[in-house]
């Protein structure tokens, strides 16, 4: 079972770049298709990015696209969201999480393993 730990969250202003990582734990990892999940104040958890195990294929949220990159180094272990252009509807936890096969690639792949977020605030 992959265990995964966010970091890198903060407060920046609109405009501004953030980038998150997500550190896994276990053999797993790399044989897993990862994604990047956010939950607003009093909102529904909602998907982000999505990234396949190899890293050859990624999927995004229309709010994000273009603004925010999904990448992946299975060497060490790691998930990673750059997020630029960052808007004060941005402001979430942000939650890293392993996939179920065969969703990554849907408008709202099934979680199987996720971490304990990371807050992300962008103040206008």
């Known amino acids: 079972q992959v265990r995964l730990v966010e970091s890198g969250g903060g407060l920046v202003q609109a405009g501004d770049s953030l980038r998150l990582s997500c550190a896994a734990s276990?053999?797993?990892?790399?044989?897993?298709?990862m994604g990047w999940f956010r939950q607003p104040p009093a909102t529904e958890r909602e998907f982000v990015a999505a990234?396949?195990?190899?890293?050859?294929?990624?999927n995004y949220a229309d709010s994000v696209k273009g603004r925010f990159t999904i990448s992946r180094d299975n060497a060490k272990n790691t998930l990673s969201l750059q997020m630029n252009s960052l808007k004060p509807e941005d402001t979430a936890v942000y939650y890293c999480?392993?996939?179920?096969?065969?969703?990554?690639?849907?408008?709202?792949?099934?979680?199987?393993?996720w971490g304990q977020g990371t807050q992300v605030t962008v103040s206008s």
């Open positions: 990234i396949t195990r190899g890293g050859g294929s990624t």
């Open positions: 276990g053999r797993t990892f790399s044989s897993r298709d």
């Open positions: 999480a392993a996939l179920l096969g065969g969703t990554w690639f849907t408008n709202d792949p099934t979680i199987d393993v």
